[in-house]
């Protein structure tokens, strides 16, 4: 698979879905499937890395996604703690820096205490910033950067007719690196499950049936390339150069 040097998504967004049924698959239980889904993280970083991509967001844990059995949650957890320590050294080693979104103090301490100390040992790298959303829901974050411009605006810092989308977009803690331009999402399933729903606006979306567990660099690669062939048009026309002579289309 080849893709462009030039052209690549600044910031790709992952969706990583199909662990339950890849540990199904092979009758194993769903933490399992976690597992094998922590070292498709660990391949897919290393390449986006590789590649150039400046920021990158996986969703590895939803606010709904408390509601599992409590097993499940505490494996996840605990993979999360595992990968936070294992992969310290290859994180600051490759100048990565690890940021997280969502509601974090819902986090277990173990959890909270290795995530705090990779956010500030990295916190000065420029190479690519790895974003975890943990706890996260995007109707949750828009909830509340409501609130936190309507607490402003009631201690008159803000002018309510000065709330624009940009306004809004600068109280979103998941686009303080930028829009994703790339949404990956793994296992079948053709929604965006309340991921960076204000950040998505204008997001190129992808969908594999590849459960995330087998994903590997080239389907990172086939999903790049994918995006390359798009014209993204940000509701505006197509830029003149590219128009058949004289006719203009519609946005979409
Ligand atoms: C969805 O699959 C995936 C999750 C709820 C968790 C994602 C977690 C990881 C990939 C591993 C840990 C993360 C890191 C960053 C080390 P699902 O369980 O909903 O799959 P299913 O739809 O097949 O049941």
């Known amino acids: 698979m080849l893709i462009e040097a030039r052209n690549l998504p600044r910031h790709v967004g992952i969706i990583m879905d199909g662990n339950g049924r890849w540990a199904a698959l092979r009758g194993e239980p769903r933490k399992a499937g976690h597992r094998e889904g922590s070292?498709?993280?660990r391949r897919v970083v290393r390449v986006a890395r590789r590649l150039g991509v400046e920021?990158?967001?996986l969703y590895a844990f939803s606010f709904q996604n408390w509601d599992r059995p409590a097993d499940e949650v505490s494996a996840l957890m605990e993979l999360l703690v595992e990968y936070l320590v294992g992969e310290r050294e290859e994180?600051?080693?490759?100048?990565?820096r690890l940021e997280a979104v969502g509601d974090l103090d819902r986090l277990p301490p173990l959890?909270?205490?290795?995530?705090?100390?990779?956010?500030?040992?990295?916190?000065d790298n420029r190479g690519m910033v790895l974003t975890l959303a943990l706890s996260y829901g995007g109707r949750?974050?828009?909830a509340r950067?409501?609130?936190v411009l309507a607490e402003k605006a009631v201690r008159g810092e803000i002018e309510p007719a000065a709330i624009d989308a940009d306004m809004v977009?600068?109280?979103?803690?998941?686009l303080r690196f930028g829009e994703p331009d790339l949404i990956v999402r793994t296992g079948g399933e053709k929604r965006i499950s309340n991921f960076l729903l204000y950040g998505a606006a204008y997001a190129e979306l992808y969908f594999t049936d590849r459960l995330w567990p087998d994903f590997t660099e080239e389907d990172l690669f086939a999903a790049i390339a994918s995006y390359q062939k798009r014209e993204r048009r940000f509701g505006l026309v197509v830029p003149e150069r590219r128009e058949p002579a004289k006719v203009s289309r519609r946005s979409a």
């Open 39 to 41: 070292h498709a993280v």
């Open 55 to 57: 920021a990158l967001t």
């Open 91 to 96: 994180i600051l080693g490759n100048g990565i």
């Open 111 to 123: 959890v909270r205490t290795a995530l705090d100390e990779l956010r500030r040992l990295s916190a």
């Open 140 to 142: 949750e974050e828009i």
């Open 145 to 147: 950067a409501a609130r």
């Open 169 to 174: 977009a600068a109280h979103l803690p998941s």
